[in-house]
């Protein structure tokens, strides 16, 4: 399974690529970030994410395409950007009929780290290592795109296909699993 990851912004977007192959072990494909000029209009910008997004969707093919959720942030203008990118990712994925994932920046350092308050450096430094990569991805976008893509592969019905149930999961996906859903009971939102 090729899993894309997308952490949204207008100015940078990240984009991750791994595959999870058997037993959901994952590995790199690629990782880049999609820029635009914070000095072009927004409607250029947006244009210039779409089209960035499409390329690398059309070159790797992924068989799902894993999204930051976008949440309220204090700064106003950041979270519509994140919005608008998020959503301009979602358009590019569904025109090629790829199923979309949304999830959080909890959710992600979850998964990737078993702290949903993990802080960023943490998050980056496991990145790396679960990829086996020399060096950590930057800027931040990128590995926080990988991040993604890895927390769609590792999350409990990430990787499962037709029928598989969660008594196949191994018992460090049950434990993210549990500890996922007391995350949500507690309505943890931390930004990446």
């Not at 635009?36 to 960035?52: A, C, M, T, V």
């Not at 959720?69 to 203008?77: E, I, M």
């Not at 994925?93 to 199923?99: D, F, H, K, L, S």
Request: aromatic share 4%; hydrophobic share 45%.
């Amino acid at each position: 399974m090729i899993i894309l990851g997308v952490d949204p912004g207008l100015t940078r977007c990240g984009v991750g690529v791994v595959e999870a192959g058997a037993y959901r072990r994952l590995s790199f494909i690629h990782v880049d970030v999609v820029r635009s000029d914070p000095h072009e209009s927004q409607d250029i910008r947006l244009l210039k994410i779409y089209n960035g997004l499409c390329a690398k969707l059309d070159e790797f093919s992924p068989d799902a395409v894993s999204i930051e959720r976008v949440f309220a942030q204090a700064n106003r203008n950041t979270v519509l950007g994140t919005a608008q990118a998020a959503g301009v990712a979602m358009l590019a994925a569904a025109q090629r009929t790829i199923p979309v994932a949304l999830h959080t920046p909890t959710e992600a350092k979850l998964a990737i780290t078993g702290n949903g308050q993990a802080q960023k450096i943490q998050v980056e430094r496991m990145v790396t290592r679960i990829l086996n990569l020399n060096r950590m991805p930057t800027p931040a976008d990128a590995a926080d795109a990988l991040a993604l893509a890895i927390c769609h592969a590792l999350r409990p019905s990430g990787a499962l296909q037709g029928g598989e149930r969660e008594q196949h999961l191994t018992p460090a996906q049950r434990q993210w699993a549990e500890a996922t859903r007391k995350a949500h009971g507690r309505g943890l939102r931390r930004g990446m």
